[in-house]
Nanobody, 114 residues
Framework: QVQLVESGGGLVQAGGSLRLSCAAS????????MGWYRQAPGKQRELVAIITTAGSLRYADAVKGRFTISRATAKNTVYLQMSSLKPEDTSVYYC????????WGQGTQVTVSS
C-alpha cells in the first residue's frame, strides 16, 4: 500500500516562503513521476509542479520562477519550495505520485494573507 504523507503547510504573509514535504512509503524511483497539485475552494485541482524519475521538471505558468520542486532520494521525499507567495496561492496542496496508478496524499493547507 503506497502512502504519501505531506507536511509543511500553514499560514504565511504575502511575499513569504514555505516548504512542503511529501514522504513516500518505499523508493520514489518506483514512481514514474511525483509532484504537487493544488485545489482552491470552488476550483478544479490543478498541476503545480512535477518531477519525473529521469529528473525532468514541469511547472504551472502561475508558479514558474517562484516555486521549486526537488527530491531527496535517500529520504524518499519530494519537496516544494514556495517563495514570493501570493494570496492566490492559497489552496490545499496535494502530493501526487504515479506508476501505473495515481496516488494522492491527504493534502496540506497553505494560506497566504495579503
Amino acid at each position: 500500500q503506497v502512502q504519501l504523507v505531506e507536511s509543511g503547510g500553514g499560514l504565511v504573509q504575502a511575499g513569504g516562503s514555505l516548504r512542503l514535504s511529501c514522504a513516500a512509503s518505499g523508493s520514489i524511483f518506483s514512481f514514474n513521476a511525483m509532484g504537487w497539485y493544488r485545489q482552491a475552494p470552488g476550483k478544479q485541482r490543478e498541476l503545480v509542479a512535477i518531477i519525473t524519475t529521469a529528473g525532468s521538471l514541469r511547472y504551472a505558468d502561475a508558479v514558474k520562477g517562484r516555486f521549486t520542486i526537488s527530491r531527496a532520494t535517500a529520504k524518499n521525499t519530494v519537496y516544494l519550495q514556495m517563495s514570493s507567495l501570493k494570496p492566490e496561492d492559497t489552496s490545499v496542496y496535494y502530493c501526487y505520485a504515479s506508476n501505473l496508478i495515481d496516488y494522492w496524499g491527504q493534502g496540506t493547507q497553505v494560506t497566504v494573507s495579503s
